[in-house]
Nanobody
Framework: QVQLIESGGGLVQAGGSLRLSCAAS????????MGWFRQAPGKEREFVAA????????FYPNSVKGRFTISRDNTKNTVYLQMNSLKPGDTALYYC????????????????WGQGTQVTVSS
């Protein structure tokens, strides 16, 4: 079992930056690929970024490519999401998830989820 705890969300003006963190419990963190997703009210969960076990491969949708960067520190059991040039459309509850599948944008293939951290971008 993996427990995930997100942090780092908050209120920021458009054009600003935030860094989200997701701390994982357990000794097998480097056995999992990790992903970030977001969900706005009334919308489906949307893929934001994914990273493989070693951190050598990452994957982003076009909506955040060039603005968001996912990274991980396996010595700290933590995955990060650096978000720059934030837009009001990025406002959502952000979740991290873990999967034994290689980097994937499909939320149905993730086994464990955190409780989420709220990101609000004002115009």
């Amino acid at each position: 079992q993996v427990q995930l705890i997100e942090s780092g969300g908050g209120l920021v003006q458009a054009g600003g930056s935030l860094r989200l963190s997701c701390a994982a419990s357990g000794r097998t963190f480097n056995s999992y690929s990790m992903g970030w997703f977001r969900q706005a009210p009334g919308k489906e969960r949307e893929f934001v970024a994914a990273i493989d076990r070693s951190g050598g491969n990452t994957f982003y949708p076009n909506s955040v490519k060039g603005r968001f960067t996912i990274s991980r520190d396996n010595t700290k059991n933590t995955v990060y999401l650096q978000m720059n040039s934030l837009k009001p459309g990025d406002t959502a509850l952000y979740y991290c998830g873990s999967t034994t599948i290689f980097v994937t944008p499909n939320p149905g293939l993730y086994d464990y989820w955190g409780q989420g951290t709220q990101v609000t971008v004002s115009s």
